[in-house]
């Protein structure tokens, strides 16, 4: 029996939003096979996800110039319609473009919009970026012609209930990754490779995404060497060219800590999980602001990851990631300055000495968090329409 398709569409490639990595995995779980459309990734590497999963990219959209970026999108509009052609069980978009996208393609199949990012459409700021904003404003006019509106957390669902006046809410489905049947291997060749031979007996402290202030990166160099536990060390990727990762570039030089801390540029994604799949603490520090909706709305991607790789979480406090501390798995810094965040690596380097802080994290991951879980609304809405 051949398998119907579902056509998955991004204009930012899965590397760096990964949950459609997870949400197409559990899909083909469910027999259907998956073709995702992207641009280029930005450090591009093949990644084995499975059988039934086609990932096909047009181009490098990243870091190109206005009319390279269009006639790449138009690129992707012609693709899509191509592949549209092909009668797709159901279309997926992952952001306004592609949701935009979607609406002129889809003739009678369902289209589900997984709005996996804050996309606004703001008067004041429109001249900003003016494609990108009239993009969004023609998204939340349209949204209501979506079969399903999902977003990825809870105050994301409500935000766009009552910007874009919907009947019912849209619903939520968290930034998280999927489960394998299997451990999936520490990838512990990888790591080897581009780890130093004597961090791998020490608890490593992992921080993988955007290096920048208001992600708190210089301050977790700072309290990582307040706490100078010479059975830590502590990893940060994502490091460019630009006067913020100077200055964290500089400090790390000078500070007593400097042998046991390691910063990656953006890795390829087969590197990125194999330094998940040896760590033992995750880092992820999202700022929140009273006085910014928009930071109240924070849906990390890293936290599903770091979860399914049976990471130990270090966060700020913030609504997202209260839940993981109440059941034991994060320490929450109270402040965003390095002594209140050496506090939380204390906390966290106690946690995952104690053996059984891994069961407290996979059996929250298997019963509750796992991309398995989540899709269940949309697993059963297909299914009804099957």
Not at 19 to 32: F, G, H, K, S, W
Request: one cysteine or more; glycine letters at 4%; charged letters at 20%.
């Amino acid at each position: 029996m051949n398998k119907k398709k579902i056509l998955l569409l991004t204009l930012v490639h899965p590397d760096f939003l990964p949950p459609v990595y997870a949400i197409a995995q559990v899909l083909r779980d469910e027999n259907y096979n998956i073709h995702i459309l992207t641009f280029d990734s930005l450090v591009p590497a093949q990644i084995d996800l499975g059988a039934n999963i086609e990932l096909e990219t047009l181009g490098k959209h990243y870091n190109s110039n206005t009319l390279d970026r269009l006639r790449l999108r138009n690129k992707f509009r012609k693709r899509a319609k191509q592949l549209a052609k092909e009668n797709p069980f159901a279309i997926i978009a992952f952001c306004p473009f592609s949701f935009n996208c979607g609406l002129k393609i889809k003739n009678n199949n369902p289209l589900i919009y997984f709005a996996l990012e804050i996309a606004d459409f703001i008067l004041p700021v429109f001249f900003h970026s003016p494609l990108s904003n009239y993009r969004n404003l023609k998204a939340l006019q349209n949204i209501k012609k979506a079969d399903i509106v999902v977003t990825p957390s809870i105050r994301r669902s409500a935000w766009m209930a009552g910007r874009c006046h919907l009947n019912t809410m849209p619903y939520t489905v968290l930034n998280t990754a999927y489960m394998t049947g299997n451990d999936d291997g520490n990838k512990l060749d990888i790591f080897n490779e581009i780890v130093p031979s004597e961090f791998l007996n020490k608890k490593i402290i992992l921080y993988t995404g955007a290096v920048n202030t208001e992600h708190c990166i210089l301050e977790l160099a700072e309290a990582f060497d307040i706490v100078n536990n010479e059975q830590s060390a502590l990893i940060i990727t994502g490091i460019k060219d630009n006067e913020y990762c100077d200055l964290v570039k500089a400090f790390v030089e000078k500070c007593n800590s400097r042998k046991r801390i390691l910063l990656f540029p953006y890795l390829t994604r087969v590197q990125m999980l194999s330094l998940q799949s040896n760590a033992h603490i995750g880092v992820c520090f999202e700022k929140e602001y009273q006085n910014n909706v928009r930071s109240k709305m924070a849906a990390p991607n890293k936290v599903g990851e770091y979860i399914s790789k049976n990471l130990y979480i270090i966060g700020l406090q913030n609504e997202y990631l209260r839940v993981f501390e109440m059941i034991g798995i994060a320490s929450l810094a109270k402040a965003t300055d390095p002594k209140a965040i050496s506090n939380a690596i204390i906390d966290a380097l106690i946690a995952v000495n104690e053996s059984d802080y891994k069961i407290r994290v996979q059996n929250f991951f298997k019963n509750y968090y796992c991309m398995q879980q989540q899709l269940t609304p949309i697993i059963k809405y297909l299914n009804e329409n099957n």
